[in-house]
């Protein structure tokens, strides 16, 4: 099974909206990264560990996965951590656009995509699910 594990404060960053709102509100950014994860997931037979710089304000919960705070440590280090607790790296893909955290997690032998790279792919991959319900619905109609 697929494992993403997700600098979750690097792919704000990459996604305007969320970066501008994460200036803001760096909670309700999260909360908004979450519900976006949510979406681009559901249904699908992977594991998620979406990693956030800082302390845990309020609670947020992600199916298929868990979301990991670094508390006084950084995100960073708890992602190389996390990537070197792994048993089965080849299944693991690392969403980062951090030079250091991709050169460690291609050591490992982990899949990579940057920030961007990934959100692109959701974005197309949600817009795609939607269009094929929209001509399934026309369909059924008739």
Do not use: W
Request: charged share 35%.
């Amino acid at each position: 099974m697929k494992h993403y594990i997700i600098d979750g404060n690097n792919l704000i960053g990459k996604i305007k909206k969320l970066s501008e709102l994460q200036n803001k509100d760096k909670q309700s950014a999260r909360e908004q990264l979450v519900y976006l994860l949510e979406r681009s997931f559901s249904g699908k037979k992977v594991k998620i560990s979406l990693h956030f710089d800082g302390f845990e304000n309020n609670r947020l919960s992600i199916p298929n996965g868990r979301i990991i705070y670094s508390d006084s440590k950084s995100a960073d280090e708890k992602i190389k951590n996390q990537i070197t607790s792994m048993k089965n790296r080849r299944e693991v893909i690392v969403i980062s656009s951090d030079n250091d955290i991709r050169n460690y997690a291609k050591v490992c032998g982990c899949s990579l995509l940057t920030s961007l790279e990934f959100y692109k792919r959701i974005t197309f991959e949600n817009e795609s699910d939607e269009e094929e319900k929209r001509i399934r619905d026309i369909n059924n109609v008739e």
